[in-house]
DNA sequence: ACCTGAACACCGTTCAAGT
DNA sequence: ACCTGAACACCGTTCAAGT
């Protein structure tokens, strides 16, 4: 398929590996498939790699490095607090880039390379949250829980939009009034009792 | 491993294909493997299905058949409408009986197959939930926003449960707060700001 | 140092042959 | 009607041999 490349370094492998990751999920990080594609044989991938697992989880360690910070990133990028959740919840329901491969892995979670992957990931993020919360004037003890809340929705809402596209709402107006909702919500605990309808759409 | 049996049936397969699923995810669900447990051959299986593939489809019927409605028969049996949304959140963070199954399928979520039965049980969920939403007094056309948002809130946590169980909150008096926190949440567009804080405990 | 090519194990699938 | 046993394709893994 893909012409054939005189030398392949680890990075080949992990990047044909990402792509392959986002379309089909971790069972589509096949050793003989992405050799086809790489326009090489089976032996190369043994020559960087002991075996598929490490192949998985050099992968794996890639999207961590370029990918764990960008929700974050995203977020600092906005002043007002508040509106951070909104851009949150709003990134899932947008399919913005990037996300194809953490909604791959999120349905591959099957595997516990993905697992461990994942955990890491959520970890940092939820622990993000409870500071943003705190900034809020939310109490330390209670900060975690509306962080773990807030993560789940987000985490239930790219379920929801993978398995069941059709009952997560669609449209700009259907989804504008869902955040209103979800922001009424998640900032129950806090002074403002609703962000604004944001003015970032 | 198991003793032979002299013929079997089609339940005889599905039932050991849930309990691989339980286990193992969609990759357990491997007939050689399955054959072994029955003490049978391969060829067994294929006198009952065409294959793999049909299977798994008619364990995943199976699955929506006798679990499908559990969680909404848990719910239903408390008259409190509140009440029943915290349960509803608890039930997960519990890990009751039958939770295996569900979320062994969200992390193979992975297979179409797997996806076509989530997305009909999630549809009917959230049906059902943005109906006790209405009873609660919420506007229609809010009412199916917030349901989305607690059934989202439900797969999240079934998630983060499932790969990063140290980020969610453990023991009996963490689960509370935590389910406390999660009602004001998703209470707020309610007369009802929270509900009490469970006398089901 | 990096890769090919042939080999073997495992699982999905087929099918002729058995009871 | 229901199953076995042998066969083949596909992918993971190994390794001797090539450049």
Chains 1, 2 share one sequence.
């Not at 109490?139 to 993560?151: D, I, K, M, N, T």
């Not at 398995?163 to 009424?184: F, H, I, N, W």
């Amino acid at each position: 398929m893909a012409k054939p490349r005189a030398r392949l370094s680890r990075d080949d492998w992990t990047a044909a590996a990402l792509a392959a990751l986002s379309e089909g999920g971790t069972a589509a990080v096949a050793i003989e498939q992405l050799a086809t594609r790489l326009g090489a044989t089976k032996g190369s991938a043994y020559w960087h790699f002991p075996n598929r697992e490490a192949l998985l989880r050099a992968t794996l360690a890639r999207w961590e490095a370029e990918y764990t910070e960008a929700v974050i990133d995203l977020l600092e990028a906005e002043a007002d607090l508040a509106v951070r959740l909104r851009r949150l919840l709003a990134s899932v329901l947008e399919h913005r880039q990037g996300s194809a491969i953490e909604l791959a892995l999120l349905a591959s979670a099957d595997d516990p390379l993905v697992r461990a992957a994942l955990r890491r990931v959520s970890e940092r993020r939820i622990n993000y949250l409870a500071e943003q919360f705190r900034e809020l004037g939310v109490a330390p003890a209670q900060a975690r829980h509306w962080a773990v809340l807030s993560y789940s929705a987000y985490l239930g809402h790219a379920q929801l939009a993978r398995t069941a596209a059709g009952s997560v709402p669609s449209g700009p107006r259907a989804a504008r009034e869902y955040l209103d909702v979800a922001m009424q919500a998640l900032l129950a605990g806090t002074d403002r009792h609703h962000a604004e309808p944001a003015a970032d759409a």
